[in-house]
Structures are given as structure tokens and as C-alpha cells.
């Protein structure tokens, strides 16, 4: 939205990990075009980590149901969005500390998730895949804007691989390590990245992602 307001940020934090982001980033607007492309039905929609709020508050001037949650301490910024772009019919706020899902939205049937960038820091992977989990019921579509940064992203989708069918729905270089990833099972996966502490040495030169994830039938 053109009324969006984003204030600089002393501290660059994502999700649920700390305070700080108020700013958006590529993944915000990657995950927006990818998302509402197209007129839908409405539907109810949730945001985690939100920050500013970007892709909810357009899913929201759209007519979708939309609830954006992050961190109490996140959340001002969000409201003073929600806000100034005259959404509140349409948008509300709420706290959502990752693996710690209140009743109150956890008891709410979500048509979608969106995530835009969340897997920024290592020690929040774990509680994300346990809150999408929880939040994500068979018919629900999360999707996810992803930037390959650490290593332990492998480890996030292998395990998240157990549960989700997952598949790209855009990339930002178009296929930026071509076609095979680590070991070929997961392609936004670069095998030509080195392993340097906990970070990727070289991640600048990483594409960005937009992923599709869907809960596996039992069958499955």
C-alpha cells in the first residue's frame, strides 16, 4: 500500500525472535504479488511474524479476514498500519509468541498462513514449524517467503518435509541455483554454499523463494 507506514529500525529482528523490524523487505512484496495475484473468495488469513504487516494489510484492502501476530512488544507499528490504511474492518492484531499458540487463535479454521522471511535466525526454527503445525489444518495453504541464510534451514525442511508437501511457486533470480539443491530433494537449497559457524558463507548471493506448503494426507 502506498500509505504503508515503515519507520527505520535500530535493530533488524524477525518473528518471533525480538523486537525491532519495521521496515519491509523483498520478501514482503515477493510474498504479496505471489499470494493475491488474483480475485479469490475471501478467506481467513493469519500472518506470524508480521512486522509492518505488509502482506496482511493488503490481504486485507482486498477483502480478505486477515489477523497479524507477532511479539507483543512488534505489534505498535502494525496497529499504526492497520490504521493509516484504514483496514481495521477488515484487520485486527494480535500477540503470537511461536510454539506458544493461544486457544483463541489456534481454535480459528485459517484458509491461509502467510510468512514472509521468518527463518532468519536458527534458534526460532523449531517453534515455527510447531506454530504452523499448529495453525495449519488440512485445506490451509502457508505460504512461505524464504532466503536461504543458515545451516540449519536443511534440518528445518527435512523435518518440515515430514509433515508438508511443499513446491515453489516463484523464485527471484528465476532458479537461482538451477535445478538440483542438497542432495537434490529440496531445489532452493544451494549445495554450493560452505558451512561457516552457523550462516552460509556467500549467502548474499542467494535467491529468494516462494514457497507453497500443504499438510500430507495420511495417505501420503
Known amino acids: 500500500s502506498?500509505?504503508?507506514?515503515?519507520?527505520?529500525?535500530?535493530?533488524?529482528?524477525?518473528?518471533?525472535?525480538?523486537?525491532?523490524?519495521?521496515?519491509?523487505?523483498?520478501?514482503?512484496?515477493?510474498?504479496?504479488?505471489?499470494?493475491?495475484?488474483?480475485?479469490?473468495?475471501?478467506?481467513?488469513?493469519?500472518?506470524?511474524?508480521?512486522?509492518?504487516?505488509?502482506?496482511?494489510?493488503?490481504?486485507?484492502?482486498?477483502?480478505?479476514?486477515?489477523?497479524?501476530?507477532?511479539?507483543?512488544?512488534?505489534?505498535?507499528?502494525?496497529?499504526?498500519?492497520?490504521?493509516?490504511?484504514?483496514?481495521?474492518?477488515?484487520?485486527?492484531?494480535?500477540?503470537?509468541?511461536?510454539?506458544?499458540?493461544?486457544?483463541?487463535?489456534s481454535s480459528r479454521s485459517f484458509d491461509l498462513i502467510l510468512a514472509a522471511d521468518v527463518m532468519y535466525?536458527?534458534?526460532?526454527?523449531?517453534?515455527?514449524?510447531?506454530?504452523?503445525?499448529?495453525?495449519?489444518?488440512?485445506?490451509?495453504?502457508i505460504m512461505l517467503a524464504y532466503k536461504q541464510r543458515n545451516v540449519s534451514d536443511v534440518s528445518f525442511f527435512d523435518r518440515a518435509a515430514q509433515h508438508f508437501h511443499i513446491r515453489v511457486l516463484a523464485s527471484d533470480p528465476p532458479n537461482p541455483h538451477g535445478t538440483t539443491g542438497c542432495s537434490g530433494k529440496f531445489p532452493w537449497l544451494s549445495d554450493k554454499f560452505e558451512a561457516d559457524g552457523e550462516e552460509w558463507v556467500g549467502k548474499k548471493d542467494s535467491g529468494g523463494w516462494i514457497l507453497e506448503l500443504e499438510l500430507l494426507q495420511k495417505s501420503d
Open 121 to 141: 535466525r536458527p534458534e526460532c526454527q523449531s517453534p515455527l514449524l510447531q506454530t504452523l503445525l499448529v495453525l495449519c489444518r488440512p485445506g490451509c495453504k
Open 2 to 105: 502506498k500509505y504503508l507506514v515503515a519507520q527505520p529500525a535500530k535493530q533488524r529482528t524477525m518473528g518471533s525472535s525480538a523486537p525491532g523490524i519495521s521496515a519491509s523487505w523483498h520478501s514482503d512484496h515477493d510474498i504479496v504479488r505471489s499470494s493475491f495475484d488474483e480475485p479469490a473468495e475471501r478467506k481467513l488469513v493469519i500472518e506470524i511474524g508480521c512486522g509492518i504487516g505488509l502482506p496482511g494489510i493488503v490481504a486485507g484492502m482486498l477483502g480478505h479476514e486477515v489477523l497479524l501476530t507477532d511479539k507483543a512488544e512488534v505489534l505498535e507499528l502494525a496497529r499504526q498500519n492497520v490504521e493509516v490504511n484504514q483496514c481495521m474492518d477488515h484487520v485486527s492484531v494480535a500477540e503470537l509468541e511461536w510454539g506458544k499458540v493461544d486457544d483463541s487463535i
